[in-house]
């Protein structure tokens, strides 16, 4: 019995070791808590909340909450937000997956240590080629926004408006988007831009 609890601890040091453990556990809990426990959202734009507290383990040497720490957050909420509102289950049934593209940060106040606080995460448009999403750190200690985050799910092996018509059983048009998340999708597109003619990859595709 003691050899075996000790071949179970050396297990879970190696495996909290060498993989990012407690993301590899809280993801698919994420996921199945959305989808068995919590009533679907039908309302693809509807705004969802997850709930957060500052651990230890989140600590930077200034003692509040790492930045990347709020991107491994908004990373969790956000697949939550997409299993409760079916994006999931509709990239699934249609052979499809979305990946993160691009993301962006703006930090307002920190987080402390044990403090809560809310991810709430919503859906703000779509393109051709992607979903647009946001995520707002706000604290429940008096409300504030400490941190606001953009990201960018790029669609492959489909089209963000199949997996919207999948999901409402018809086309619908797109929300049109805020202003700052257009600037923000011309700056992406002209870094790509930049990019590509850098490598040599602009030529090649003008020739094709």
Known sequence: MLEL???????????????DGWYLVRVPCAVLRARLLQ???????????????????????LLHMNNARYLREADVARIAHLARCGVLEGLR????????????A????????????EVRTRLLGWDDRAFYMEAR????????V????????????????????????????????????????AYNEASS??????SGLHDVLKEQ
């Open 146 to 185: 400490c941190a606001l985050l953009r990201s960018r799910q790029h669609v492959l092996g489909t089209s963000p408006e199949r997996v919207v018509q999948h999901l409402c059983k018809r086309r619908v048009e797109p929300p049109e988007l805020p202003a700052d998340l257009q600037h923000w999708i």
């Open 193 to 198: 831009q930049l990019i590509r003619a850098e």
């Open 93 to 104: 049934a249609l052979g499809a997956r979305a990946v993160l593209a691009a993301s962006c």
């Open 39 to 61: 009533p679907r959202v039908r309302d693809l734009l509807a705004e969802q909340s997850y709930a957060g507290r500052v651990l230890p383990s989140d600590l930077d040497l």
């Open 137 to 144: 750190f706000i604290s429940l200690r008096d409300g504030f």
């Open 5 to 19: 609890l000790v071949a179970l601890l050396a297990l879970a040091l190696v495996y909290f070791a060498l993989l």
């Open 106 to 117: 703006r930090y307002r106040r920190s987080l402390r240590l044990f403090e809560p606080f």
